[in-house]
């Protein structure tokens, strides 16, 4: 992983890195990632159709 501060590459022990591991390969973890992503793009969808209803408007 990048540093940004000293765009140096930081070292991850190998217990971080286990623990990282399980909590991406935890199916909890995965279904709330599923959902968060459902309803950003639900989100994004309803955003398009509201610009899409909105008529355009000249402002002189």
Known sequence: MLD?????F???S???IGIIN???NNPLFTSF???EIE???NEIINL???I???PATLKI
């Open 4 to 8: 940004k501060i000293s765009n140096n």
């Open 10 to 12: 930081t070292t991850w």
């Open 14 to 16: 190998p217990t971080k």
């Open 22 to 24: 399980k909590i991406i």
């Open 33 to 35: 990632l599923r959902f």
């Open 39 to 41: 309803d950003a793009q």
């Open 48 to 50: 398009k159709e509201q």
């Open 52 to 54: 899409k209803n909105t």
